[in-house]
C-alpha cells in the first residue's frame, strides 16, 4: 500500500511539472483547444436576451437588388445616412471605407469634356458635407503589411500611458486604408473595424486599440462608445506584466496584453434588430426603431465577403461583432484574464492533481467512475460559473488535462499493481487453496480474507449409500474413478450454481459450505435447494452410469447451520482454506444418519429456523443427542418428489409422533404399528421398536431423545 501512494505521489509530480511547463512555455500549442471548450461553454450557456441599445443598417442582399451592386454612388449613401440622422440616431458607426473617390459622380465628366459646365455636382463633396453635418464616426482598416497607404488618421481624443512599459504586445500595423482626404478631413473621428480570427479563424477576442506610428488609434466600436460618454482622454494602464486595461469617463474596460477585448457574445448572426437600408431610403422604417440608438451601417450580403465565425455562428455579419462589443462596454459584462490569471491556473493544475490522488487512493475501485464523473462535473461548472457570473477567464483545458492524465495514471498504477500482486498470489495460492476460494481471494486482493474468523456458515454433506458394494461390483479402480466423476460432475456444478464452496471430496462424500469464503444471502435455503434438486436429478445422472456400469447410486444428505471456524489451515508447506468446528461434525452426522431413519435429506433445527422459504415439504423426525454433546438437536426430513407421502400418511405420522413425545407410548405404538402395516418403513419400524422397549420395560424413565453412541 506505501509502494503504491508513493508511486502515485510521484507520477503526480512529475505531470503537474510537464503540464506546467507546457502551458507557461508553449501556450500557443493548446491555446486553440482551450477556446474551443470555451466556446462549447457559450453553446452550453446560450443566447443572452436581445439588447435595444444598438441597431444595423444592412446592405443587405434586397438593397443592392434595388439599388445596384456595391459600391453605390456616393449621392445614394449621403440620403442613407441623412435618412438615419434625422431618425434621430444617437451616433452612427460605419463599417465601411471610402478608400477611393466615386467614379459615377458627375462632376468628374468635367475632366473629361472640357466643354460641359463645371457646376456638376460633386456626390464626394456630398457625402463629405453628410459626414461633417451629422453624428457619423467613419470607418477605416488597418493592414498588417505595406499594401496601403501609410497616412495617419486624425482622432479627438487623448490617449494617456500610465504605467504602460515597452513590455506591452499591443498590435501594432504597418498601413492603413483611410477613407478619401476630402471624405476623412470631414468626418468627425473614426476608428478602425478590424475583426481578428484566432489561428482556426474564429472570433472571439476583438482589439480595441492598436498602435500606429507610435500612436494609439481607437476601434470603431470603441470610439463610438467614447464619444457617447463625452470623454476627451482615454487612459490605458499597464503595469510590469503588462496591459491591465483602459479607463474613460465612467467606463473601465479590461483589455489583454495585445489590446484586446474577450467579446461576451450575445448570440448568433441577427440577434440585434438588423433595419434593411432599402427601407429607410424608402421611408419604410419608424424612427422609433433608430432614435437615440447606436447605428452600425453595414452588410451581410454573401458577395462582399464580411462574414465572420464566432462561437455562435459559423457566418456572422463583421458588422454585428461591433454590435456585440458596444453592447458590451455599455452593459459592463466583460469577459477578461484575471491579473494573475496564469498563477491561479498553476495552483488549479497542482492542487487538483494532488487532491485527486489523495481521494482516488482513498476510495473503493467501483467508486473511481462515478467519483470521477462529479469531479469532473465539478470543475466544469466552476470555471463556467466563474466565466459567466463573474467575468473571469481562467485556462479550462490544463486543469481537465491533468484531471484526466492523473486518473488515468492512477488506474494504471493501479492496474500494474494488482496484476503483479495477482501473479504473485497465484503463485502462493496455487500452492494453498483451492481454485474457487484463489478466485476470490485474487479479486480482493487487499483484504485479509484467508485470516481465521468465526461466522454462521450452512455446512452440506453428501454420501453415496452402500459405497463399498458398489465398488466391488466394479472391480477396476479406473472404472470406480470414472463412475465416481460422472457422478460428482454435475452435483459439484449444481452447489457451484447455489454460490456454495466446494471444501474436499472424501471418497465417495462432498463437503461444502455456503456463506464463506463469500457472504452469501439466505444461505440455509440454498443450500437446501442445492440437496433438493441433487436428490431429485439422480434418476437423469443415473441414466448414463446404469448404461455404462451396470449399477444406481443412491446418496443421503445432511446440513446443518451454526458457527464455524473459517480460514486458512494446514502446514506451512500445504494448506487449504476450510471450515472447522462441532457444527461441522453435526453436518457429518446428520449425512450418517439418513441411512438409520432411511431418509433422503436430513437437517438440524438450526436450518429449519434459518429457512427464509416455507414452500419446502418438512416432517420432524425425532430429537438426538450425539455423542459428546450434553444437548439434543432436533432433525428434520425434507421430502422431495422421489418420495411421495400421501396426506393420510403424514396426518397419521405427525398424531403418532406427537402422541410419542408426549410419553403415551402406547397410543404411539398403536399408531406406528399402523402406519409400519399400510406404509412399510425404516422409521415407523424403529419407532415401533422404540415403543415397544418401553412398553417391554416399564421402570425405565421415558425420553423422547435418542442418545447416539457414535461419533
Given amino acids: 500500500m506505501k509502494k503504491r501512494r508513493w508511486l502515485k505521489i510521484i507520477s503526480t509530480i512529475l505531470i503537474s511539472l510537464l503540464l506546467s511547463y507546457a502551458y507557461l512555455a508553449l501556450p500557443s500549442v493548446f491555446i486553440s483547444l482551450d477556446s474551443r471548450l470555451r466556446d462549447f461553454m457559450f453553446i452550453i450557456r446560450g443566447e443572452l436576451p436581445n439588447t435595444s441599445n444598438v441597431v444595423i443598417v444592412d446592405i443587405d ?3 443592392l437588388q434595388t439599388y445596384g451592386q456595391w459600391p453605390w454612388d456616393r449621392k445614394l449613401v449621403s440620403t442613407l445616412l441623412e435618412k438615419i440622422s434625422s431618425s434621430e440616431a444617437g451616433i452612427i458607426g460605419l463599417d465601411i471605407v471610402f478608400a477611393e473617390e466615386d467614379r459615377s459622380s458627375p462632376h468628374k465628366l468635367a475632366k473629361s469634356f472640357p466643354a460641359i459646365t ?5 456626390y464626394d463633396a456630398l457625402l463629405a458635407s453628410c459626414f461633417s453635418q451629422n453624428p457619423i464616426i467613419g470607418g477605416y482598416l488597418f493592414g498588417f503589411d505595406d499594401r496601403y497607404q501609410n497616412e495617419a488618421p486624425m482622432i479627438p481624443a487623448i490617449f494617456i500611458q500610465k504605467g504602460l512599459r515597452y513590455n506591452h504586445t499591443i498590435l501594432q500595423p504597418k498601413s492603413v486604408m483611410l ?3 476630402l471624405l476623412q478631413d470631414a468626418i468627425y473621428s473614426s476608428g478602425f473595424f478590424n475583426n481578428t480570427p484566432d489561428k482556426n479563424g474564429m472570433v472571439r477576442s476583438v482589439p480595441l486599440i492598436m498602435k500606429y506610428d507610435e500612436s494609439i488609434y481607437p476601434s470603431l466600436a470603441f470610439e463610438m462608445v467614447r464619444i457617447y460618454s463625452q ?17 474613460f469617463g465612467d467606463f473601465n474596460v479590461p483589455i489583454d496584453n495585445f489590446g484586446r477585448l474577450f467579446v461576451n457574445f450575445r448570440g448568433a448572426g441577427h440577434h440585434f434588430e438588423y433595419i434593411s437600408a432599402a427601407d429607410i431610403l424608402n421611408d419604410k422604417v419608424d424612427p422609433q426603431k433608430i432614435k437615440n440608438r447606436f447605428v452600425l451601417v453595414g452588410t451581410s450580403a454573401l458577395g462582399l465577403s464580411d462574414l465572420k465565425a464566432i462561437s455562435f455562428d459559423s457566418a456572422i455579419p463583421g458588422v454585428e461583432i461591433h454590435a456585440n462589443i458596444i453592447d458590451n462596454l455599455l452593459q459592463g459584462d466583460f469577459l477578461s484574464h484575471p491579473k494573475n490569471h496564469q498563477l491561479y491556473t498553476l495552483i488549479i493544475i497542482w492542487l487538483l492533481g494532488f487532491m485527486l490522488i489523495a481521494l482516488l487512493h482513498s476510495i473503493r475501485s467501483w467508486l473511481v467512475l462515478p467519483f470521477a464523473l462529479i469531479l469532473l462535473f465539478a470543475l466544469s461548472a466552476l470555471h463556467y460559473h466563474l466565466l459567466f457570473s463573474y467575468g473571469i477567464l481562467l485556462n479550462l483545458l490544463f486543469p481537465l488535462l491533468t484531471f484526466v492524465v492523473t486518473l488515468i495514471s492512477s488506474v494504471a498504477i493501479d492496474y500494474f499493481i494488482e496484476q503483479k500482486q495477482k501473479q504473485e498470489a497465484k503463485k502462493m ?9 484463489m478466485d476470490y481471494l485474487l479479486a480482493h486482493v487487499d483484504e485479509d480474507i484467508v485470516a481465521s474468523r468465526e461466522l454462521e456458515a450452512t455446512i452440506f454433506f453428501s454420501d453415496i449409500q452402500g459405497f463399498t458394494s458398489l465398488s466391488e461390483r466394479l472391480e477396476s479402480p479406473a472404472k470406480l474413478i470414472k463412475m465416481l466423476n460422472s457422478y460428482m460432475t454435475p452435483m459439484v456444478e449444481n452447489i457451484i450454481s447455489y454460490e456454495g464452496t466446494i471444501d474436499k471430496f472424501i471418497g465417495d462424500a462432498i463437503m461444502a459450505y455456503w456463506n464463506a469464503p463469500v457472504k452469501v444471502e439466505n444461505h440455509a435455503d440454498k443450500a437446501l435447494q442445492s440437496a433438493i434438486e441433487q436428490i431429485e436429478m439422480l434418476g437423469e445422472v443415473n441414466l448414463p452410469i446404469q448404461s455404462e456400469f451396470g449399477v444406481n447410486i443412491n446418496i443421503g444428505i445432511g446440513i446443518h447451520t451454526g458457527l464455524v471456524t473459517a480460514g486458512d489451515m494446514g502446514s506451512k508447506g500445504r494448506s487449504d482454506y476450510t471450515v472447522i468446528g462441532d457444527n461441522v461434525n453435526i453436518a457429518s452426522r446428520l449425512e450418517g444418519m439418513t441411512r438409520f431413519y432411511d431418509a433422503q435429506i436430513l437437517i438440524s433445527s438450526a436450518t429449519y429456523e434459518a429457512l427464509q422459504k416455507k414452500e419446502y415439504r418438512i416432517r420432524p423426525i425425532d430429537f438426538v443427542e450425539v455423542k459428546g454433546k450434553n444437548r439434543a438437536i432436533e432433525i428434520f426430513e425434507v421430502l422431495c418428489k422421489t418420495k411421495p407421502i400421501s396426506e393420510d400418511e403424514q396426518i397419521r405420522y405427525t398424531h403418532a409422533l406427537e402422541r ?3 410419553g403415551d407410548v402406547h397410543d404411539a405404538f398403536k399408531q406406528f404399528s399402523l402406519l409400519q402395516q399400510h406404509y412399510p418403513s425404516k422409521l415407523y419400524h424403529y419407532y415401533v421398536q422404540r415403543c415397544q422397549d418401553f412398553i417391554n420395560h416399564p421402570d425405565k424413565e421415558f425420553t423422547p431423545i435418542l442418545k447416539m453412541t457414535t461419533k
Fill in 429 to 437: 495460492l496455487g500452492k494453498k487453496v483451492s481454485n474457487s476460494v
Fill in 118 to 122: 463645371q457646376t456638376l455636382p460633386n
Fill in 179 to 181: 477613407n478619401t482626404p
Fill in 660 to 662: 410419542f413425545r408426549s
Fill in 61 to 63: 442582399e434586397r438593397s
Fill in 231 to 247: 470623454s476627451q482622454s482615454v487612459t490605458i494602464h499597464g503595469d510590469t506584466i503588462g496591459v491591465n486595461g483602459l479607463s
